[in-house]
């Protein structure tokens, strides 16, 4: 353990600070095309940039959603640790959102990250109920 507060403690004071309010980051390629971005890495980062710049110095948390950034591989990683950057150098916390069997948008988004054509690779998958009851 290293000697930086706890994240609770840091949130606690964040919220006496700033209020309660936790935004979130999700680039879906729908809200790309809301805003008139095109979906790729320039599109994520102008979204990313603009929120970040409009609220991170007002808010606790910002929230990205890490699915939506992976979709664009290394390239996309690299927007989010941008994004965690500045939003940090700006005051907020950051939670990231990496859950994985989330909803439809980000399980797709995470499929898209491997299934693509130029994917790296090919990703594990896990057996659904139905798929485990049968495999008996």
Not at 75 to 92: D, F, I, M, N
Not at 97 to 122: N, V, W
Request: proline share 6%; net charge neutral; aromatic share 6%.
């Amino acid at each position: 353990m290293t000697g930086r507060e706890p994240f609770g403690a840091r949130l606690r004071r964040a919220m006496d600070e700033r209020g309660p309010l936790c935004v979130g980051i999700d680039p879906h390629a729908s809200l790309l095309a809301e805003w008139g971005l095109n979906d790729d890495v320039t599109g994520l980062e102008r979204f990313s940039r603009t929120v970040v710049e409009a609220v991170a110095d007002r808010v606790a948390v910002l929230k990205p959603q890490s699915a939506f950034f992976e979709r664009f591989g290394s390239r996309g990683v690299a927007v989010l640790e941008r994004t965690v950057q500045e939003a940090r150098a700006a005051g907020a916390l950051v939670l990231m959102d990496a859950k994985r069997g989330d909803i439809g948008s980000t399980m797709a988004a995470y499929a898209e990250s491997f299934l693509h054509q130029d994917a790296p690779c090919s990703p594990t998958r896990s057996p659904s109920p139905r798929t485990s009851a049968t495999a008996r």
